[in-house]
T-cell receptor
Framework: TQLLEQSPQFLSIQEGENLTVYCNSS?????LQWYRQEPGEGPVLLVT?????EVKKLKRLTFQFGDARKDSSLHITAAQPGDTGLYLC??????????????FGTGTLLAVQP | ETGVTQTPRHLVMGMTNKKSLKCEQH?????MYWYKQSAKKPLELMFV???????ENNSVPSRFSPECPNSSHLFLHLHTLQPEDSALYLC?????????????FGSGTRLTVV
């Protein structure tokens, strides 16, 4: 059974601080996706990383996929209150041409105080 | 309207009731998914449909019955639920076999079983 552990589970920081969220697994994934979910809404895709070692930047957010494609990190620079939300990593599993499916991580709840 | 639409947004039902959740996508995707999101648990994949064919039933109790009449619509029929089935039920769509293709989620149905 694939399992994705995220750390930390909860994070409360002040506006302007930097933070890193980690997503770890013992399984290899064909891609690793990051989502943000706000209260009362569904998760929204932030980024997909596919190649081991890949780094993607989205404004103040930097995403990295581990070389072995088992882990990932999300770094936020100069956090803002609008970054508040539940951050979810998700590993993609592909059974040789069949429908892909996503296995979600345990989530990191981020609160950025003004 | 674009994206993934779920109705109703909120549902309260008794344990002897029968109700249905509806999901509709206007993105031209060929795969649709039902996920369950409970407090303090990762998103749990329930059902996967690819081109209207169910490709996965993730050991879900028979009191949950999915239906996919076409690639744009997905239903989840509920009957004789238990209080522990109270959760946020999320529908998502994607392109089934494209690696790295993210999911688009609906806003979810908040279900309370009394």
């Amino acid at each position: 059974t694939q399992l994705l552990e995220q750390s930390p589970q909860f994070l409360s920081i002040q506006e302007g601080e930097n933070l890193t969220v980690y997503c770890n697994s013992s399984s290899v994934f064909s891609s690793l996706q990051w989502y943000r979910q706000e209260p009362g809404e569904g998760p929204v895709l932030l980024v997909t990383v596919v190649t081991g070692g890949e780094v993607k930047k989205l404004k103040r957010l930097t995403f990295q996929f581990g070389d072995a494609r088992k882990d990932s990190s999300l770094h936020i620079t100069a956090a803002q209150p609008g970054d508040t939300g539940l951050y979810l990593c998700a590993g993609e599993v592909n059974y040789g041409g069949a429908t892909n499916k996503l296995i979600f991580g345990t989530g990191t709840l981020l609160a950025v105080q003004p | 309207e674009t994206g993934v639409t779920q109705t109703p947004r909120h549902l309260v039902m008794g344990m002897t009731n029968k109700k249905s959740l509806k999901c509709e996508q206007h993105l031209g995707h060929n795969a649709m998914y039902w996920y369950k999101q409970s407090a303090k648990k990762p998103l749990e994949l329930m059902f996967v449909y690819n081109f209207k064919e169910q490709t996965e039933n993730n050991s879900v109790p028979s009191r949950f019955s999915p239906e996919c009449p076409n690639s744009s619509h997905l239903f989840l029929h509920l009957h004789t639920l238990q209080p522990e089935d109270s959760a946020l039920y999320l529908c998502a769509s994607s392109q089934a076999t494209d690696d790295g293709y993210g999911y688009t989620f609906g806003s979810g149905t908040r279900l309370t079983v009394v």
